[in-house]
Each structure stands twice: as C-alpha cells, then as structure tokens.
C-alpha cells in the first residue's frame, strides 16, 4: 500500500497499545515513521516493529512536556527525511482519580502531558512544514471521555476535552499555510499486545466508586483493538482528507451516539 509513499511523521506515545500500532499503520501505508515515548525501550520497540516490517524508522525517547525534545525529534525527522507531512499527538498517561482525592500537582502534570505536549510538538512541527512550505496533517488523539462525564478521571477527561477546541484553534490559525488539524477519538480499547493487556486488566481491576461496564454500552458489541483505529487515522494523514480540519472522527463502537439509558448488551 503506498497512500502514505513519500510522507515523514512523527508519532508520540508509541506505546504497544495505541501509539505503537498507529506508527505501524502509517508505515505500512509508505509512510517514514519517528517513535517517540518517555521510555527508550518503548520507543525504540515501536520502531523496531516498522523496520522488521520492511519500513522506515527512527525512535527518540524523551518527554514531551520538554520544549527541547520536541525541537529535537523534529531535527532528527528533517535530518533524516528532509522534512515532516504527519504528526500524531497521542502521548498521554492515565491516572485515575477524581477531583476529591487527585492531588493538584498530579492534575497539573496530567493536564501538561495531554495538552502541554500537543502544543509543543504542534508548534515545532508547525513552524518546521511553514519553514519548508510542506502541507501537512497533525492528528490529535481526543477519547470518547473528551465528549463525556467520566467521574474518577478528572484530568484524563479535562485534557483531551481541552484538546478539543485546541485542535480548532490550531486548525483555524494553520489553515493558510496548507497544514490540517484534526482530532481522532478512540474509546475503551481492547489491547492486542500482551503487555498492553495486563496493564489495562490491572488498570480495571483497581478498586473504584464508579462501575463502568464497557463492553455492555457498546452497540456494535466489542471494543475496539488498536488495528481498528488505523484505517481513520491513515486517511485523516492523506491526501484523500486534504479538505477535512477542524474536525473529528470517531471509532468508537457506536458509544458517543448511544441514547444514554439503552442498554445494547446487558451482562447482567
């Protein structure tokens, strides 16, 4: 496949989960691909995964909230490739807790991640498609707890809620230069990678006030896996979206659209 040939981007947070298949599926697209995550290891996994595939890529490890890594991964992809078309925003880390019991610094550094780094990359790329005249596509990863309550989640909730009207903003401000800026909301996903699995189970096994049953509110009646969120994602990175931004596309087994007392598949 080659609806990416010929496109650099940059994917952070490329865990297993999420990130590290969606650096996979835009580089089996044709796209050249630099990994990015706090770990090493992580990063230097997702990349390994592209190359073992017959792909292009590089990782670098470093934190997001760090203007300096940000400048720097976007040296090291105009090195490398002379230039970036893509960028995904997808770094994020999850600690559940609720504006009664989750401390301010906790909050804050939360909200930094999510939204902090998506502008910092945003930025650094943005400023390096204008300096090149590349029309580009920068994808910012949004969750179905963007668009709804969640109680016990206050910072995960409040930040991708934020990245919302950040990917709008950033749309309205980048239009004239021919870069999009769209969002793309994932839900409740059902990891394929086994470490991914056992962090989710662990995550949804921690003692908690609020029961979610997500596999019960979801009309299409599974959670999504990662590979699911591929086929969006590649098209919002192409050509074939040049004229979508400012916008959202959801996957999301039918959960935002639902009426909010059905429900599809009770278990018990």
Known sequence: MNRLQGKAAIVTGASPNIGGTLA?????EGAAVLCTDLSEEVAAAAARRIIEAGGDALHLAGDVTDPAHAEAAVALAVERWGGIDVLVNNAVFFQQQGVLDMPYDAFRRQLDVILGGSFL????VGRSMIEQQREGSIINVLSTAAWQGQPGNVGYSTGKSGLINFTRSTAMELA???????GFTPT????????ARKAMET?????????N????????????TPDDYVGAVVYLASDESA??????????AGATAKYWPWIPHPTD
Do not use: K, W
């Open 176 to 182: 004239q230069h021919g870069i999009r800026v769209n």
């Open 203 to 211: 995550l949804l096994a921690r003692p908690s006030s609020y029961r």
């Open 188 to 195: 409740a996903t059902a990891p394929t990678d086994p470490e």
């Open 243 to 252: 004229m979508v931004t400012g916008t959202n596309i959801t996957v999301d």
């Open 121 to 124: 990359f945003t930025r650094a």
């Open 213 to 224: 049953d997500f596999a019960a509110q979801l009309p299409l009646g599974r959670l999504p």
């Open 24 to 28: 996979a599926g835009l580089a089996a």
